[in-house]
């Protein structure tokens, strides 16, 4: 685990973007393939990363008052097929148990795509009245959905996520509902990820199977392309519907309730990584790095005294930033100071402190920046408490680099000639006026190579414009881009 | 999910425990049955129970150097074939996958019952040098194993669990490694959940299928019956040399590290239960409480003075508790203060403050202690900040309780007869010198009706004297119990 690998054994970003991802996803030690077709191993480093982005949004999920639970991974195929959209959508991708132990099922049983059809007929026996109302959980699981081409966090077989369930007296309540945890997502992406979002509702053709709608966000890629990092659901009383909920409201008249659902993958990991990497490996924002601060002891071997200097400098370094500070000192024997810096550049720690004798002879050691490489000497006095600024500070800057590739790359345009010119050089994201209907989408997709309607906009209208594709009067502006 | 349920609703525990224990479950909304055949759904109050005990035992597990991550649900059936007392022990109880879509897979894949099978195929790739060793990790997730006969929490097919895997250079490493998770497992069990445990190693017919031994760790049920609470297990080089997982030791030679594994499940939190409650309901121990302690004010409707006050002296708790003390009001509307205490005595909450006005006239309000019942009139001046040691004091009281069950329960016997004897007139946990040998076994099994060898103690030794079955000199003690 601890051998080390070069920089040459990552592929060149510029060259192959590709290559590069699946080869910083394996040599920083991130997840790694495995022998079941499509399924990922997450690695220690990699499902630290995780963790603590799963800790940042359950925290917001119940600080907005919601309460984590637990539903069963199987599904039987009679409840999954109540909702027959939902089930159109997902039976193609349904891994099917069939058999346990020696028997053979009476009815087979899907690992859960996702949750709506068991928790609507629970529900169906545990809502009997307005008083009952809202219901809102959450569950952190794992998913399974069968797909052909998979990628490494951005599209595996089995995958782990939040999926949140709520019911509501109202239309608009649950509307409410489907606004609040959306926001809830591009808090956690730009604020905790460092990733800026764009959020937007889905066009018909793309909102999740069973919805009335589906909101979104879309982060860029360093690419240029999009990445879709959460979507939230309005499902009306679609399922509510066809599962049989039932209350009583405050007239004694029988409802069926609103419902929503929302959920957030590790495949934002994998947009984490697009979004912020660089040649040297992965750049990852303090708030949810593993380790925040490497600091890297340099003394020659044949000098006692240095070697004595150095360590104590580095022990108090260790003492002084205190629990709050993730830090570590990189003491394993037989590396080069250079070999050591490759590897915490790659694992994309955001702070580098170098620790040496000569350094140390004027009080100072060596802190390097990650995320732009700035380099700075500083007093060794009182660095350990400096240290959480520093970190903030580097957050910020991360976040403003990934704004920057986002300001750059985006574009307006006004027809399909302008869209097509927009790519011409480069995947950007382009927003244009759009009316909405399947044949413009269509002609979107047509007119760019690979390129679609990622969402509509929240945070611009069209105010009758003309639509991109067919001139009439839009009301909405689509963000248009490749997408992972 | 606010409609109340009278006392009348549970059974009597002392006149059916096995009604009890499901009436309690259901009513205290921890969990409930599923369509699913077997499996479980968690609700909020049970789930944010296990997400205390796992959050313990997670900073327990890192605090011993394991990092945690995470390995695929499904498992390939050759992976699962490669050991093969592991396979026979396995194979009766799995879910089997055979379609992904439409499709028919070429090769089944199970749902993880345990994954030795797939971590081990993956470390043959990671394991290179006695440099990569130990490995210490550990996955928190969900297995599957297709049982005859479920109970909540208690054995259904689907439950979540930890299971810790480790590779080490030396068989003693490994046999302390085994050592110390099972202390972990006897620190949450005592310290947080409150319940003793005797620790020990499980008789060969019932370790662990290709384990050289386990160890496990046996709490005692209110009924006097033994629950398994969580198993350490020493693999030696049996799935190392299975799965080809080899290292290069310091002199150059080819090894195969020695292993562990050790898993801990939310069949503990039916031992919770089990150990803690009375005919009231749950009582649960305020480390891991979900609400640690619930104030009922009670005012007359036609008070508004008397009612303005009682708030205002609920409103001060909430704010004086702080946010290390899980207090909630319960303001509730259209509910009997009767009523209100039912429902929190059946949800086990630790301390409920009762805030009336005549009290208050007094400065007092009236705190009553779940685990004894023990009731005191208290200022309330200062009583949000005396709550921490109040919950200390709760937490010590249900552990000296059980400790006391555990002590009047627990027999020691020198034959047979004696073993009869004890279980006459109520389960107990019997303790006496015994051999290991199968006959002498099977003969315990066959003495007293559903009685078993848990296991062999950790802190007990015969020093020769006769086996209870057969007289022959015999090293172990043995406790003997009826088992969940």
Redesign the interface.
Known sequence: ???EHSLSQIASKSEDFDRWYVDVVRRAELA?Y???RG??????Y???L??RTRDALDAMIKRTGH??????????ES?LAKEAEHVEGF????????????KELDE??A?RPTSET?IC??YAD?I??W??LP?L?NQW??V?R?EKRTRLFLRT??F?WQEGHTFHATDEEAAAEVDTMLECYRELAEDWLAMPVIKGRKTESERFAGARYTLSIEAMMSDGWALQAGTSHHLAQNFTTAYGIKYTDRTNTEQHPFQTSWGLSTRIIGGLIMAHGDEAGLIIPPRVAPIQVAVVPIARSNDDDAARLVEDACARLEREAGPDVRLRVDRREGLRPGDKFAHWELRGVPLRITVGARDLGDGQVTVVRRVDGGQTLEPLEGLGARLPDMLAAAQVATRARAQRLLDERSVDVSSLDELIAAFAERAVFASGPFCNLDECEAAVKAAVHAATVRNLRADRTADGAPCIACGRPAEDVALIARAY
Chains 1, 2 share one sequence.
């Open positions: 685990m601890t051998r790694d495995t022998p079941v399924c990922m191993v997450i690695r220690p990699g499902y630290a995780w963790e309460e984590n639970m637990y539903f069963p991974l199987l599904i039987p409840y039976a193609p991708e349904v891994a099917w148990v069939t058999h346990g132990g020696d087979r049983l690992i068991i007929s629970m545990w009997h009245s008083r009952d219901v959980i699981v794992n399974c069968w077989t089995e782990l």
